[in-house]
């Protein structure tokens, strides 16, 4: 089985731009969580979306919104970007949602905002 | 709400030496123990988790206990490898999703 793949793999943005990161799930995955990787804060979680509905969401500002779609490919968005959202952002498949089911990673989109 | 934290934030052991990473959860709520390796530059991969119906599992060179009553719960490597230097995420899943720990740098000398 294909593993999660995400695009693009690097973004290059300015403050105040937005933009907007995909995610694809391994094959019969529904659910899909996003993370956002910083070295001083590890992985915070952003959100998680199943059947195309938030389920969860992190603490982080209304400028942060995602959607799933109905084959369970995900995007994320990311509206008037600041110096402080340059991160690795990752995404990460389940089965479904709910305790103990393993979420398995994609390689990430590093966004880096000048 | 849920927090988890993890010890230490950093790790030299000799090579074949054991490490041991421990974290503690706060959500008595919390079911399901996963740990995550990561490589430079590479996504999280699990490499082994926990359920609450078990005290202790064992894979190969990795093992990981849980203590529910006290919270905590800690990943054990023996006779560790230079390939085993990464950063360690322990993770906490609550009702509602999956919590990390801020991770452990392990660094293994040969």
């Known amino acids: 089985k294909a593993g999660v793949t995400q695009t693009p793999r690097y973004l290059i943005k300015t403050r105040g731009q937005q933009v907007t990161l995909s995610c694809s799930p391994i094959?019969?995955?529904?659910?899909v969580s996003w993370y956002q990787q910083t070295p001083g804060q590890g992985l915070q979680f952003l959100f998680e979306?199943?059947?195309?509905?938030?389920?969860n969401k992190g603490n982080f500002p209304g400028r942060f919104s995602g959607r799933q779609f109905s084959n369970s490919r995900s995007e994320m968005n990311v509206s008037t970007l600041e110096l402080g959202d340059s991160a690795l952002y990752l995404c990460?498949?389940?089965?479904?949602?709910?305790?103990?089911?393993?979420?398995?990673f994609g390689p990430g989109t590093r966004l880096l905002v000048l | 709400g849920e927090n988890v934290e993890q010890h230490p934030s950093t790790l030299s052991v000799q090579e074949g030496d054991s490490a041991v990473i421990k974290c503690t959860y706060s959500?008595?709520?919390?079911?399901?123990f996963p740990w995550y390796k990561q490589e430079l530059g590479k996504r999280p991969q699990l490499i082994i988790d926990?359920?609450?119906?078990?005290g202790e599992k064992k894979d190969q060179r990795i093992a990981v206990t849980l203590n529910k009553t006290a919270k905590h719960f800690s990943l054990h490597i023996t006779e560790t490898q230079p390939e085993d230097s990464a950063v360690y995420f322990c993770?906490?899943?609550?009702?509602?999703?999956?919590?990390f720990g801020t991770g452990t740098r392990l660094q293994v000398f040969p």
């Open positions: 990460a498949s389940s089965f479904q949602p709910g305790i103990q089911e393993t979420q398995y």
């Open positions: 094959s019969g995955h529904r659910s």
């Open positions: 979306y199943f059947s195309e509905t938030q389920r």
């Open positions: 959500d008595s709520a919390s079911n399901y």
């Open positions: 926990i359920r609450s119906n078990v």
């Open positions: 993770a906490a899943h609550n009702t509602d999703k999956l919590i």
